[in-house]
């Protein structure tokens, strides 16, 4: 019978997974997705393109919904929802980002180039 592995939470909201004593294999880190409160914190995982959530609210309602990814081609994958603008409302788009920028300088890039795809990008495309 194998024995499990302990798992530990770690200061930067990722979980480790400790080889049990039987193992001669290191450490595993598995980041997890983080729901950020604030625009620091997403535009730091932004900036590393790891996996968080922010909600954006804006005159105490929310309006739209943040959520990366991953890496992918080079690039940082981030879907984008809105939730409150009635002429898109509950769109959705993907966008491949360069995370080398701000988040909101990196998304308007994207969206340029054309490297979005979904009903919300096809809504702004159209504006």
Partial sequence: MQQEEPVQES?????????S???SEGTVTIP????????ACFEDKFSRCEPA??????NYQASE???IIGS???????????????????????????????????TK?????QRCEGALY???KSA
């Fill in 11 to 19: 200061p930067s909201s990722e979980v480790s997974v400790e080889p």
């Fill in 21 to 23: 004593s039987e193992s």
């Fill in 32 to 39: 997890q997705r983080v729901e950020c409160k604030n625009p």
């Fill in 53 to 58: 959530t922010r909600l954006y609210i804006e």
């Fill in 65 to 67: 919904y943040y959520e």
């Fill in 72 to 106: 992918e081609q080079g690039l940082c994958r981030v879907n984008v929802k809105n939730l409150d603008n009635p002429q898109y409302a509950n769109q959705e788009m993907t966008c491949l980002n360069e995370n080398t920028k701000d988040f909101e300088t990196a």
């Fill in 109 to 113: 890039e994207a969206i340029d180039a």
């Fill in 122 to 124: 096809d809504a702004l």
